[in-house]
């Protein structure tokens, strides 16, 4: 079997910036894209904040990133990665079909936002019903815009939205919510945003675009049975694509992958490392977190980028740009090799 350079798992904005600059590099990668390739950014319409792009429909910017890092002599699957068969040089990966040996490997399989699971929330995406409030909040300025959740992401998506919108609505099942009380703090402090407790959305009223959303209600005195909103934003959380890898590197609490950066930060704030791992001193754990490579995870040359590393800014240019970083990362270790 022929040791290929570098294999790159996930087809979105992380695994094909990795592949152009590899391909770039002389490195002949392979992509595996996924099946169904190309990861979020599938599932929306207008991109408006990709750096170089002014507006661009996400699959059309999926089709470009791939037209570019084929341009340069990267090789695309569209198929999954069932499992990294050996996490010791030279890596075997194994899909649904055959095995494949390589030098190094990069992940970038990202994540799924979390739905409540509506037909109408389904028939909606894209057209008022969305998951990210920093990608889609613009959409709606002066506009009124409902989100769902009670953690900290669903504080944050509020304060975002309320910078355009001109009323928040913030529905939490519960009556009480599990965001930092910091967090929660600054919702209270803004006029824009009205909290409903103890309410479930039921559905997503609207044919063409969202018109409205209807509530269960429970022990809550608002009367909130039906809402008229122009939007309505997701906050309930993510899921990263990362369980294929859970017996090869070491993830956090939520299934994310650890990466040199990210435990260097965890050291810093004395955090615990989710394995009970002695934590890296000195920089290192026998090759294990190079710092000076802070795409690598916690095996040495298989690293990691995007959504599945990333829960903080989630979004396409910074997924990007984890990808160039860990293909710069993947070139020099290889180079040492
Ligand atoms: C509705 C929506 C709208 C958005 N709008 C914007 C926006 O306007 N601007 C913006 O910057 N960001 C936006 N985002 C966020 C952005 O899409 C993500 O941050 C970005 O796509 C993450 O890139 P990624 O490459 O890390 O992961 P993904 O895009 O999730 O790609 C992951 C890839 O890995 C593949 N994969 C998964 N498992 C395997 C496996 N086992 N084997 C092989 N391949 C696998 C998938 O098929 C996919 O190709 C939006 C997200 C959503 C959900």
């Not at 390589?102 to 008022?128: D, H, N, P, Q």
């Not at 959740?149 to 599990?178: N, P, W």
């Not at 909290?195 to 997503?204: F, H, W």
């Not at 990210?262 to 294990?288: C, F, W, Y």
């Amino acid at each position: 079997m022929e040791t290929r350079n570098v294999i790159i798992i996930g087809g979105g904005p992380a695994g094909l910036s990795a592949a152009l600059y590899t391909a770039r590099a002389g490195l002949n990668p392979l992509v595996f894209a996924g099946s169904p390739p190309g990861g979020q950014l599938m599932l929306t319409t207008e991109v408006e904040n990709f750096p170089g792009y002014e507006e661009i429909m996400g699959p059309d910017l999926i089709q470009t990133l791939r037209k570019q890092a084929l341009r340069f002599g990267t090789e695309i699957l569209d198929d999954n990665v069932k499992q990294i068969v050996s996490s010791s040089l030279p890596f075997t990966i194994k899909t649904s079909k055959t095995e494949y040996s390589t030098k190094s490997i990069i992940i970038a399989t990202g994540a799924k936002a979390l739905w409540l699971g509506l037909e109408s929330e389904t028939r909606l995406r894209g057209k008022g019903v969305s998951a990210c409030a920093t990608c889609d909040g613009f959409f709606f300025k002066d506009k009124i815009v409902a989100v769902v959740g009670g953690g900290d992401t669903a504080m944050e998506e509020a304060q975002t939205l309320s910078k355009f919108a001109k009323k928040v609505y913030l529905i939490h099942r519960k009556d009480s919510f599990r965001a930092s009380i910091i967090m929660q703090a600054r919702v209270k402090e803004n006029p824009k945003i009205e909290t409903i407790m103890n309410a479930s959305i039921r559905e997503v009223v609207g044919e063409q675009r969202v018109e409205g959303i209807k509530l269960e209600v429970g022990t809550s005195k608002i009367d909130a049975r039906s809402l008229s909103v122009d939007g309505l934003f997701i906050a309930i959380g993510h899921k990263p694509d990362t369980e294929v890898f859970k017996d090869n590197v070491i993830l956090d609490e939520k299934g994310y992958i650890v990466t040199s950066a990210v435990a260097a930060i965890n050291i810093a704030k004395n955090i615990p490392h989710p394995d009970g791992h002695p934590l890296l001193e000195g920089g290192s754990m026998e090759g294990m977190f190079n710092y000076k490579y802070q795409s690598m995870t916690s095996i040495s040359g298989i690293f990691a980028a995007g959504d599945c590393v990333d829960h903080t800014y989630r979004q396409a240019g910074t997924a990007s740009g984890m990808g160039i970083a860990a293909s710069l990362d993947a070139e020099r270790w290889i180079a040492t090799k």
